[in-house]
Nanobody, 124 residues
Framework: QVQLVESGGGLVQPGGSLRLSCAASGRTFSNNGMGWFRQAPKKEREFVATIDWSGTSRYYADSVSGRFTISRDNAKNTVFLQMNNLKPEDTAVYYC?????????????????WGQGTQVTVSS
């Protein structure tokens, strides 16, 4: 198991930006694909973005493509989610997750380690 701690959430106005961070500890971080998911009130947890072990392969949900960027720094055991042009519908708790595999496969079932989540609220 890898332990994950998210940070960087908060309240931002529509059109604003936030950068989420996820610090990992435990088993070797650089061997795992990583992902960000989110869950809005009364909705299912949904895929946002994933990145493979090397940072060269990435997948994005259609709803965030072109606005969000996932990246990682294996030397610092950290994965990031840069969120630009935020919209009210991006409001959710954002979760960092570690995959059992090295790839960027976005299927939720391959993510077996989860952080506690960080709240992002987009409102004027």
């Amino acid at each position: 198991q890898v332990q994950l701690v998210e940070s960087g959430g908060g309240l931002v106005q529509p059109g604003g930006s936030l950068r989420l961070s996820c610090a990992a500890s435990g088993r070797t971080f650089s061997n795992n694909g990583m992902g960000w998911f989110r869950q809005a009130p009364k909705k299912e947890r949904e895929f946002v973005a994933t990145i493979d072990w090397s940072g060269t392969s990435r997948y994005y949900a259609d709803s965030v493509s072109g606005r969000f960027t996932i990246s990682r720094d294996n030397a610092k055991n950290t994965v990031f989610l840069q969120m630009n042009n935020l919209k009210p519908e991006d409001t959710a708790v954002y979760y960092c997750a570690a995959s059992e595999y090295a790839s960027a496969a976005p299927q939720r079932k391959v993510f077996t380690s989860w952080g506690q989540g960080t709240q992002v609220t987009v409102s004027s």
